[in-house]
T-cell receptor, first 112, second 114 residues
């Protein structure tokens, strides 16, 4: 199994600023994903974090707004850039190891 | 791309009532199916999963789900709900031949009245 931690667990940010969220896994995983859960909605995939190369973004999400890094098999970051209140959401890191999926605790972001 | 439908947005039940939450998915190939629960203020937890074999899957806390391939469905059931089952329930599908990421349904909020 894998245990995932995310930092920060929550933050309140001002409009126009950026926040970087870290996702750390305690073992090597094949794939890491970043999801967003907006208030009252389901989880939407932002992108797949690829080790050593650019992330693969889903429709509606772009690298300039959500730059992602994955320098190794256990760590990834998601930056929410130039934030607006519409970015207020829970951001969730999910790791895949074999057929199993493991969830981070999420980062609750509020943008004022 | 995959899509997952949960037709019940909000279900309100009295304690001891039986529960069935619907989940339908769009893909006809080989899939893995999951139900997750999110209690108020907490993060997602796995209730149960189906990979292969017996289509009736038993999970934690008395939940079960039945995979019906012909109907592209994976409905969640519990014979007798408790107040502590009040939560948001998400169905998710993993396309084994595709992008390997989970596709989530829109969720069903369950409120159990004592």
């Amino acid at each position: 199994s894998a245990v995932i931690s995310q930092k920060p667990s929550r933050d309140i940010c001002q409009r126009g600023t950026s926040l970087t969220i870290q996702c750390q896994v305690d073992s090597q995983v094949t794939m890491m994903f970043w999801y967003r859960q907006q208030p009252g909605q389901s989880l939407t995939l932002i992108a797949t974090a690829n080790q050593g190369s650019e992330a693969t973004y889903e429709s509606g999400f772009v690298i300039d707004k959500f730059p992602i890094s994955r320098p190794n098999l256990t760590f990834s970051t998601l930056t929410v850039s130039n934030m607006s209140p519409e970015d207020s959401s829970i951001y969730l890191c999910i790791a895949k190891m074999g057929a199993e999926q493991f969830f981070g605790p999420g980062t609750r972001l509020t943008v004022l | 791309a995959q899509s997952v439908s949960q037709h019940n947005h909000h279900v309100i039940l009295s304690e001891a009532a039986s529960l069935e939450l619907g989940c339908n998915y769009s893909y006809g190939g080989t899939v893995n199916l999951f139900w997750y629960v999110q209690y108020p203020g907490q993060h997602l937890q796995l209730l149960l999963k189906y990979f292969s074999g017996d289509p009736l899957v038993k999970g934690i806390k008395g939940f079960e789900a039945e995979f019906i391939k012909s109907k592209f469905s994976f409905n969640l059931r519990k014979p007798s709900v408790q107040w502590s089952d009040t939560a948001e329930y998400f169905c998710a599908v993993l396309d084994q031949t595709g992008a390997n990421n989970l596709f989530f349904g829109t969720g069903t909020r369950l409120t159990v009245i004592p």
